[in-house]
């Protein structure tokens, strides 16, 4: 099987667990993400992702204390004005400056009480070929015994769509300095399944070099169909906009006033939609990655509470074009 349990290690210890689904807040499509954050953080138990960007621009502000964990994301999303696959903003995102050194301003004066994940600089008019990503990130990103550093593989070219997977396979050995591995989703593949492919693909070398316990990290990726499909195809961690934006029920990502009207009725007033949506998309997202760590005790995917058969299909399909060396 490609799933694993894989982690964030210091000293033999086990301090991030993975498979993880993070909540993210990011200013863009949002109003007042502070605000929001200030909601949500009541009930949030676990780790979340924050950009840096949205820091330097005092959109967001911190400690974060409350969160386990934090992902301290790169800012190219911000940055630019394209959007996630499952993203209708709420308001037009106009970017602000960003560049390396407002980066490395966040990252250089960083400090929590939490175990934080830093991913390497993003700007999407910035476009570099993967060996020098990689050598970029190497000289921005550092450690210590509460910072784990991860580099964001992009494409290569302004004109380029997708990461240039050959490329990654062919450095994967250099990979080896970063905690984990992260890549979009929208930029890993055209299809669903071309995307469980290619991300199957970077594990199968990850795991031929001798890097089997790197997580990678899929950026815009939580939903309820989508993360088991790219979990069972070797990826550990994901994040995304999703679960603000809409509300998950039953196995679907539905509208929130849909949401509203199916769980409260139709005399819920819309004011307290967003919030109740908000704080039931946590509760189902651990409830998700609840399922994804049972399946690996036994590899059952009937642990999958939702789409068992469309999750299994999917994978057997990667394993076949990968040529079946993964099957049980």
Known sequence: MLAKRRGFYRD????IRTPLLLPSFSSKGFGNIQNILKTTEEVIDGEILVSAYD?????????FDFAEAIFLD????????EEELASIPKHDHIP???????????VSKWQSSRPTVIIS??????????STQINRASETLHKDESIFSEILLKPEKESDWLVNVESVVKNIRRLEIFDSIGITEKEIGITQQERMTNIAIIRTA?????????????????DTISTPLYFV????????????RFAYYNGMTIYKQNFATLQFGTRIKSHVVDGSCSYANYYYIKQMQGEMRNFLNNFDFNCF???????????????EQLGGQHGR
């Not at 033999?12 to 301090?15: D, F």
């Not at 600089?121 to 993967?130: G, K, N, S, V, Y």
């Not at 790197?214 to 990726?221: A, D, Y």
């Open 12 to 15: 033999g210890k086990e301090i």
């Open 96 to 106: 602000q400056p960003w560049n390396i050194e407002a980066y490395t301003e966040v």
């Open 74 to 81: 790169s800012g190219g999303y911000e940055a630019g004005v």
């Open 305 to 319: 509470k939702h789409h068992k058969d469309i999750i299994e299909d999917a994978y057997k399909s990667v394993i």
């Open 55 to 63: 820091i330097y621009h005092r959109n967001l502000e911190g400690p």
């Open 233 to 244: 195809a070797g990826a550990d961690i994901f994040d995304g906009l999703t679960w603000l």
């Open 206 to 222: 990850l795991n031929n070099a001798g890097l089997g316990d790197k997580p990678i990290h899929v950026f815009g990726s939580l």
């Open 121 to 130: 600089f993003d700007h999407p008019e910035a476009r570099i070929d993967t």
